[in-house]
């Protein structure tokens, strides 16, 4: 397969990390970063001129997604992601799994809806299109987990497994538009589960733990499934460069193996973070009953205290 036309050469030397780390900006990711990082910085620092605070936790959660971004698309390890199936997990995995929990704690939405004005009355700006959308049927059916976890499979089973994956990889849009889907993917699946931004569906957190397990297992199989063939799955990758000096089908070995791993990763990231927002949630709800018991001086207590001395006078 020809990858001339990413501006690549077929002559890539034997992978090591230090050649994989090296910088090799896609323009349209580098850009994008770059613009991610340039908006939201400017968010912060709107917020923090009218004296209002903003969460460094969400700053260095953003920041860090943005970057994992720019690691698997910035350098070369997006070269040799076009010529070695594992590599290019890693890539997938990353920008899919790893990328969209990180964006989604730096709560993008949130921020964007603190920082923009509020158009006058009876306009509309962009903070007042941008909550129409998030309360619209689109968002509404696009974040359910009915629609989030089988496209999550989909994406899986449904790329590698057809012939659509070896039409993407045939040009350098294409690619694009692959990574561009994983990432989006990843964002839509994890928004409900556990996004800090607002949005239509927001279950209950056991429910969330649930929708979380639902999509990982077939992810698991995916893997299993690479790492058990007996031969080259992807025409893609059925033939490496021999300057790399690997085999396609120990590469596809190594790429279900990345596959398989990461199934279990991101669960435990997004099983730490929902059990901290549960309990920063309950820690919120006892602060407000106990300033509510303050105001009204605790009438729900004395209240019920009062029912138990009537059911005290009723035995005597």
């Not at 953003?62 to 997990?89: I, Q």
């Not at 969330?208 to 992810?219: D, I, K, S, T």
Request: proline residues 6%.
């Amino acid at each position: 397969m020809d990858h001339s036309g990413h501006g690549m050469t077929m002559d890539l030397p034997p992978f090591t990390l230090g050649r994989a780390l090296e910088f090799s900006p896609d323009l349209f990711f580098l850009i994008g970063c770059l613009l991610g990082l340039v908006l939201y910085g400017a968010g912060v620092l709107r917020l923090r001129r009218r004296g209002d605070s903003w969460p460094v936790g969400r700053t260095v959660a953003f920041v860090l997604g943005v970057l994992t971004v720019a690691l698997v698309m910035c350098t070369k390890l997006n070269d040799y992601g076009m010529v070695m199936f594992s590599v290019h997990m890693v890539q997938h995995m990353i920008i899919s799994m790893v990328s969209p929990i990180l964006l989604l704690l730096g709560a993008p939405v949130t921020l964007t809806l603190r920082a923009l004005p509020v158009a006058g009355r009876g306009r509309k700006g962009p903070r007042e299109l941008l909550l129409a959308l998030l309360h619209s049927r689109y968002v509404r059916i696009v974040t359910h987990p009915a629609f989030t976890i089988p496209l999550f499979i989909a994406s899986l089973y449904g790329l590698y497994f057809t012939p659509l994956f070896d039409f993407l990889m045939e040009s350098k849009t294409g690619h694009i538009a692959m990574m561009i889907h994983f990432l989006a993917v990843g964002l839509v699946f994890f928004w409900p589960i556990m996004g800090v931004d607002p949005g239509p569906h927001r279950p209950g957190y056991v429910m969330r733990m649930l929708e979380l397990f639902a999509g990982m297992p077939f992810h698991a199989f995916f893997g299993i499934a690479l790492m058990m063939a007996s031969e080259p799955m992807v025409d893609a990758y059925r033939d490496p460069p021999a300057s790399l000096g690997i085999e396609a089908l120990t590469d596809q070995n190594a790429a279900g193996g990345i596959a398989w791993a990461f199934s279990e990763i991101p669960s435990v990231l997004v099983l730490i973070a929902l059990v901290f927002q549960w309990y920063r949630s309950e820690q919120r709800q006892a602060k407000r009953s106990d300033r509510a018991a303050d105001r009204d001086g605790d009438k729900e207590l004395a209240a019920y205290n009062a029912y138990l001395a009537s059911l005290q006078a009723r035995g005597q």
